[in-house]
């Protein structure tokens, strides 16, 4: 039977995911980096043609009230001087930024002082700073490019590490899906590293030998139960029969019959759990042999068989009818009993579908597939029986798909496709 899935986005592997982080991550600390550089270096030069224009004024004035010449480019009352530096308070020395950019000159750092006292003329230097910032430009660039060959670097190399990590990962994913699927065999083994990922490894196996210990044990006591029970039932059987003919006769022998079939299908179960039972395959007409089966369960079911006028399009299979026979049988036993009237049986192309017109599969089912000693009806507990459980086993050991569904107007599909 054929899980059902919630649905799922499209999967993003997980390389990728921890290659973008460490590229985000490389980008981020990238463009700290370059943005604490780049504001540092910013203040270092304006602090230093603020010192530099100090220096120079000072000199300047010194010189002047010598010789009354200007030196070091200053100048008096120059028209490009900043507002704030036209009128210098108290005489003291002042600086001012002018962010003007005219051709190569600027921005530019204005120092300023009155020449005689307030009031009297103004004595500027400006030092311009666009050598500089274009230096911190070119430094701008220089880590950018620098940036981004570390992270074309970088990122191959954690996609290559973040690869190891996903074979990893996938390697234990993949057993925890054989295990799920029924492979008890399988086992991670030893994986490389004293991680996490080598702790799930270990503890997958460990939780594969001890489902593999309680299912060996379950399987191990169904079938010992089997067998103790074969031989009484036997018996009573026997012993039914020579009773003298009545209702409690009739009464007994059905349910010593009964009991002879729960124990028979339990043999059968622990046959195919053990994995002691191989198929006879051979061709027959798949239209037949599923007539047949129907025929002998001595239900009231309508069987269609696509295209069975024409005889040269009668599909024919390859199989083991028995096994067959026993599948469709116990759906169509399962149909009749847990289901509601009509049952209809239709065989086309590969596929046996078989409909009832009941309540349906319930959904825990459809989820979970069928268990064992569940009924499916109210007054015999939740869940399904035997008779699913077998018809799933036989299917698996042929090859074949069985697939449990819910009609949407009403009524349980089981539908069995057979392997080309």
Not at 253 to 261: E, I, T
Not at 266 to 287: K, M, T, W
């Given at each position: 039977m054929r899980p059902v899935h919630r649905p799922r986005l499209a999967r993003v592997p997980l390389r990728w995911k921890i290659a973008a982080l460490a590229a985000s991550t490389a980008c981020l600390v990238a463009a700290a980096v370059g943005l604490l550089v780049h504001v540092w270096t910013a203040q270092d030069i304006r602090s230093r043609a603020e010192a530099q224009a100090f220096n120079s004024l000072y000199s300047a004035m010194n010189a002047y009230r010598r010789t009354g010449t200007l030196t070091d480019g200053a100048e008096l009352d120059p028209a490009e001087l900043p507002a704030a530096l036209r009128h210098p308070a108290d005489g003291d020395r002042h600086t001012a930024y002018d962010g003007r950019v005219d051709g190569n000159l600027g921005p530019s750092v204005w120092a300023a002082q009155w020449v005689d006292g307030p009031g009297s003329r103004v004595l500027a230097v400006q030092v311009n700073m666009s050598p500089e910032l274009y230096g911190l430009h070119r430094l701008d660039v220089s880590m950018a490019v620098a940036s981004l060959v570390a992270l074309a670097a970088a990122t191959p190399l954690a996609v290559y590490g973040a690869g190891l990590l996903g074979r990893r990962l996938r390697q234990v994913s993949e057993t925890a899906g054989r295990i799920c699927a029924g492979d008890l065999d399988a086992r991670t083994g030893h994986t490389k590293g004293r991680d996490e990922v080598a702790d799930i490894a270990a503890t997958v196996d460990l939780m594969a030998d001890s489902l593999g210990r309680r299912l060996r044990s379950e399987r191990q006591f169904t079938a010992d139960v089997a067998h103790e029970l074969r031989t009484p039932v036997g018996g009573l059987l026997a012993a039914a029969d020579l009773l003298p003919p009545g209702e409690t006769?009739?009464?007994?022998?059905?349910?010593?019959?009964?009991?002879?079939?729960?124990?028979?299908?339990?043999?059968?179960?622990?046959?195919?759990?053990?994995?002691?039972?191989?198929?006879?395959?051979?061709?027959?007409?798949?239209?037949?042999?599923?007539?047949?089966?129907?025929?002998?369960?001595?239900?009231?079911?309508?069987?269609?068989?696509?295209?069975?006028?024409?005889?040269?399009?009668?599909?024919?299979?390859?199989?083991?009818?028995?096994?067959?026979?026993?599948?469709?049988?116990?759906?169509?036993?399962?149909?009749?009993?847990?289901?509601?009237?009509?049952?209809?049986v239709t065989v086309e192309g590969r596929t046996v579908v078989v409909r009832d017109h009941g309540p349906g599969f319930p959904r825990d089912l459809l989820l979970d597939g069928p268990r064992r000693f569940h009924t499916g009806a109210r007054e015999r507990g939740l869940g399904h029986g035997l008779g699913l459980t077998i018809a799933l086993g036989q299917a698996r050991l042929l090859g074949a798909e069985l697939r449990l569904d819910n009609a949407p107007d009403g009524g349980a599909i089981a539908t069995l496709r057979l392997p080309n």
């Open positions: 006769e009739d009464l007994l022998r059905a349910r010593v019959r009964d009991l002879r079939g729960l124990v028979e299908d339990l043999l059968e179960i622990s046959r195919l759990d053990a994995g002691a039972e191989q198929p006879v395959r051979a061709h027959v007409p798949l239209g037949a042999v599923v007539s047949e089966a129907v025929a002998r369960t001595g239900l009231d079911t309508e069987v269609t068989v696509a295209n069975a006028q024409r005889a040269e399009t009668t599909q024919t299979v390859e199989t083991d009818p028995r096994r067959l026979e026993r599948i469709v049988s116990n759906l169509v036993v399962n149909a009749h009993r847990h289901g509601g009237t009509p049952v209809q």
